[in-house]
């Protein structure tokens, strides 16, 4: 498995309730789901949410502990990797996150929530590469996204592969091998113009 950063921005608008509960698991289509050690995979994502959509996690489950400013849900997704929400001040502003966070790692939801922070404290004038492609993936409806399979190079099977449409015709790509161009065409308006930010 390739190295996958510490914390990741999954997603660069404010989820709904129905998009929330698409990115919980946003790997649902994965050819070895449940077969391996999967933390990796969650740990470290993490996208904002409505207010309406934390409260509704509140509301759900009796928590398994409360923190200050965030909340984790008792229910592990694998491992010892559960969901912890957060209400952030920043900026002046009331803001609500959702993260997946390995409770085995000691300060693992602080981490989380001081990167969320730093993140988010700046302007958002630019997109990292990988913000882009995480975006893309997070986006695209399942019919239109999987693991690449026979078709391509043995090397490549099981990596992320997206339907982008050029040339007359759609092509299934490897989402690392999208180009510019496409990266921008299925990008949202409000975000193919930004500038690409080196990543940390």
Not at 11 to 19: G, L, N, V
Not at 20 to 44: I, K, T
Request: hydrophobic share 40%; with cysteine; proline share 4%.
């Amino acid at each position: 498995m390739n190295p996958v950063p510490p914390f990741r921005k999954i997603y660069q608008d404010i989820a709904d309730r129905r998009q929330m509960l698409r990115l919980f698991d946003r790997h649902a289509q994965r050819p070895d789901r449940w077969q391996n050690d999967e933390s990796a995979l969650f740990a470290g994502e993490w996208f904002e949410i409505g207010r309406s959509e934390h409260d509704y996690m509140l509301d759900i489950l009796p928590p398994l502990w409360m923190r200050g400013e965030m909340f984790a849900l008792g229910e592990f997704l694998t491992g010892s990797i559960t969901s912890v929400f957060y209400t952030l001040r920043i900026d002046g502003k009331m803001r609500y996150f959702h993260a997946y966070c390995d409770l085995a790692q000691a300060r693992s939801a602080v981490g989380m929530r001081d990167a969320i922070v730093e993140r988010e404290s700046r302007p958002v004038t630019a997109m990292t590469h990988e913000e882009r492609l995480e975006h893309i993936w997070s986006a695209t409806h399942d019919e239109y996204r999987g693991y690449a399979g026979e078709r391509f190079l043995h090397a490549h099977r099981g990596k992320r592969s997206v339907l982008v449409y050029g040339g007359g015709h759609t092509e299934l790509k490897l989402l690392d091998d999208l180009t510019d161009e496409e990266i921008a065409a299925k990008l949202p308006v409000h975000l193919r113009h930004l500038p690409i930010k080196a990543a940390a």
